[in-house]
Nanobody, 119 residues
């Protein structure tokens, strides 16, 4: 089985920073794309940032210039550095990874970590 475990969420004041981490563990051959999504109450889950296995990145317009996604392939870990946080960034943040297993490529999700931006 494959597990994704996020950490790093919490309460932060507007303008502050947080760093989310997501570790992928279990039995797999490799990891393709990884990404971060978020879902606020009453809203649909949206893509925040993504990164390919070679390091190419993509960001939602709402976070570009404030958030940075990175990955450490040796540690099977993806990070999301969030700076200049705004109240509208408050949401549950989910990690996603496309994992290569012997029978094919499978997307997995983490359990989510809460980020609250409030004074």
């Amino acid at each position: 089985q494959v597990q994704l475990v996020e950490s790093g969420g919490g309460l932060v004041q507007p303008g502050g920073s947080l760093r989310l981490s997501c570790v992928v563990s279990g039995r797999f051959l490799s990891i393709n794309g990884m990404g971060w999504y978020r879902q606020a109450p009453g809203k649909e889950r949206e893509s925040v940032a993504s990164i390919t296995s070679s390091g190419s990145t993509n960001y939602a317009d709402s976070v570009r210039g404030r958030f940075t996604i990175s990955r450490d392939n040796a540690k099977n870990t993806v990070y999301l550095q969030m700076n200049s946080l705004k109240p509208e960034d408050s949401a549950v943040y989910y990690c996603n990874a496309e994992v290569v297993r012997p029978f094919g490529r499978v997307p997995y999700w983490g359990q989510g970590t809460q980020v609250t931006v409030s004074s």
